[in-house]
């Protein structure tokens, strides 16, 4: 599986904008996808995943009602609709794919299999 993301940016606080990941490869052994994001000095972390079949969605506390993840089954390409930005949304942003079954929601690292390569999201005060 081969993950490209795109869609990184400059924008000021409290706008938006849409990160795209599009799986080619052997996508029908894909489980779940996810992002992730990590910030200068700081580890990486879970932002939001969607499972590849039933849609379920999870996001951590700091993004929940402000991005969403979403999925173009015809497309295999999964985007992250990022709105009402922060300062501390900046970040590099990485897609995940999962290959293995796991309980939802999967939110370590170590639990996907395929990395894209992450966009950089910058985001002024």
């Known amino acids: 599986v081969q993950l490209q993301a795109s869609g990184g940016g400059l924008v000021q606080a409290g706008g938006s904008l849409r990160l795209s990941c599009e799986a080619s490869?052997?996508?029908?052994?894909?489980?779940?996808m996810g992002w992730f994001r990590q910030a200068p000095g700081k580890e990486r972390e879970f932002v939001a995943t969607?499972?590849?079949?039933?849609?379920?969605?999870y996001y951590v506390d700091s993004v929940r009602g402000r991005f969403t993840i979403s999925r173009d089954n015809a497309k295999n390409t999964e985007y992250l609709q990022m709105n009402s930005l922060k300062s501390e949304d900046t970040a590099v942003y990485f897609c995940?794919?999962?290959?293995?079954?796991?309980?939802?929601?999967?939110?370590?690292?170590?639990?996907?299999?395929?990395w894209g390569q992450g966009t950089q999201v910058t985001v002024s005060s």
């Open positions: 490869g052997r996508t029908f052994s894909i489980y779940a």
């Open positions: 969607m499972s590849w079949s039933g849609g379920r969605t």
């Open positions: 995940a794919a999962g290959a293995k079954p796991s309980a939802f929601p999967r939110t370590i690292p170590t639990l996907y299999d395929y």
